[in-house]
């Protein structure tokens, strides 16, 4: 009987992987780091193997990453129980239900009181189009707010979240720039931007996702979209536009299941002897040595600023060169997300000249193997800090491993998750003081166009976001 469990459990890995890869020639042998998988995409195995009874973390994983490594990790390890929650339905779709710790450090980061508060997590997308039929860009907008309950979320103040029966809004505000000269439609662009960009959703009342439109000259359009990040994480604005892409060009859309994620929050079980380990984890690194947050040169203290807003820098690097990053970082068994950490990670130490400070960032948690979670629109996010610590007379290569291991041995433990503790922090220093307000948001594995959103609405052509008590 365990026999055909674990045969069962490689033929999932094998089907996760071929999925994954979009590749049907991987070899057992093959490194598939150099094939193209993330780390992010490794976490997200060691998840699905727990689903299945087995505890092969994500260190074990990513230390030899090729299938016949994690066959042998497969065959070596105690199939413990096989959760079967996952899927089970709540009686009430309309009662309210909890926070993930993460929604909850968003809701509490919009409130006046906060330093760098009094904003919402929010997401602000402009895509230029050509020839948008406002009837049907507004069906589509109102079917798939019907589609998705979270875009229907009412968040209340003892800090619960709930899905009412109607959407926001149900028609979209349209704006008729198409008679004003170049000069003055930009200021009105302008003026619409400044508005929407930084805005706060009245979350309270169910308003938390956005659409307008631009009719500009020579029959082109501007879409201004935004989304309050308690109801949606990456991955779910990359869904959002191309569901919206489809359901404009007249796509009858797959039906979605009744699992929501009231559900899947109601069915979170916590592991508790991995819980233990993992918060004994960090408190042993809490302990280990003096935390403090970055002491970045600042023009003012985030303690005296009244008023948060948030600017986008943007660089763009060739596409010759990038190949040529992700190539050289394969053959150094490492990631693109890796190198692009060990170089924020560094261009840190150099303007805080500090010997050891902590990294924010967001995990992508959805748990992909669930058919359940992978077309719904919720924020899954955990956050994960990582510590940095100056080593004099090192190499960028050495620098780079040793992150990478830092990285691979906090998201082995990352059940006790960052904002537990960061809370943990604040209670041991007596104090409130954010000491990781610098966040490495990496999202090159799930790219928010697809050639859907491009054909249907057009092209994005600028957006920001913002994080309540968060400086870079």
């Not at 996952?86 to 309210?96: A, E, Q, T, W």
């Not at 805005?199 to 938390?208: A, C, L, N, T």
């Not at 600042?298 to 763009?316: C, D, S």
């Amino acid at each position: 009987m365990e026999f055909d469990a674990r045969k069962e459990i490689k033929l999932i890995i094998e089907k996760w992987l071929k999925d994954t890869l979009k590749k049907s020639d991987i070899k057992e042998n093959d490194n598939l780091i150099e094939k193209g998988l993330s780390s992010m995409q490794v976490m997200q195995l060691s998840g699905i193997l727990k689903k299945e009874g087995l505890r092969i973390s994500f260190a074990k994983l990513i230390e030899k990453p090729t299938l016949n490594s994690w066959f042998d990790l497969v065959a070596n390890s105690k199939i413990i129980k096989k959760h079967s929650k996952d899927n089970k339905k709540s009686n009430d779709g309309k009662d309210s239900f909890n926070l993930t710790d993460v929604q909850y450090s968003y809701f509490i980061g919009r409130s006046d009181d906060q330093t760098l508060g009094g904003v919402g997590c929010h997401a602000y997308i402009e895509i230029d189009g050509k020839d948008i039929d406002y009837k049907r860009l507004n069906d589509a907008w109102n079917k798939l707010q019907y589609r998705h309950p979270m875009l229907r979320a009412r968040f209340t103040e003892d800090g619960k979240q709930e899905i009412l029966d109607k959407s926001f809004s149900e028609e979209i505000e349209v704006f008729d720039l198409s008679n004003l000269d170049e000069k003055e439609r930009k200021i009105r662009l302008d003026e619409i931007r400044e508005n929407l960009s930084h805005r706060k959703f009245r979350v309270e009342i169910g308003e938390v996702a956005g659409l307008k439109l631009a009719n500009l000259s020579h029959n082109r359009n501007k879409i201004f979209f935004d989304l309050d990040l308690l109801v949606a994480d990456v991955m779910s604005l990359s869904l959002i536009l191309k569901e919206l892409g489809e359901l404009y060009l007249g796509k009858e859309l797959d039906n979605l299941n009744s699992y929501t994620f009231k559900d899947y929050i109601n069915n979170l079980e916590v592991d508790s002897e991995i819980y233990k380990k993992d918060q004994e984890f960090w408190k042993e690194k809490i302990d280990s040595f003096e935390i403090e947050r970055p002491n970045l040169p600042l023009k003012k203290a985030p303690e005296q600023i009244k008023e948060t807003r948030f600017t986008r820098r943007k660089r763009v690097i060739e596409k010759d060169k990038w190949s040529k990053i992700k190539e050289v970082a394969a053959s150094y068994k490492s990631t693109p997300s890796m190198v692009l950490l060990t170089a924020y990670a560094l261009i840190l130490e150099r303007w805080t000249n500090q010997d050891k400070f902590f990294i924010n960032l967001p995990l992508f948690n959805r748990d992909l193997s669930n058919e359940n979670l992978k077309a719904m629109v919720a924020d899954f996010t955990n956050i994960l800090l990582v510590e940095h610590e100056r080593k004099n007379d090192t190499s960028f290569l050495e620098t780079l491993n040793r992150i990478s291991k830092t990285f691979i041995d906090n998201a082995s433990h990352s059940s006790y998750s960052g904002v537990q503790v960061q809370r943990d922090i604040s209670k041991s220093q007596g104090s409130s003081l954010n000491v990781a307000p610098v966040v490495f948001a990496c999202n090159i594995d799930y790219p928010l166009e697809t050639e859907i959103s491009r054909k249907a609405l057009g092209k994005i052509t600028y957006m920001v976001s913002q994080t309540p008590g968060v400086w870079l």
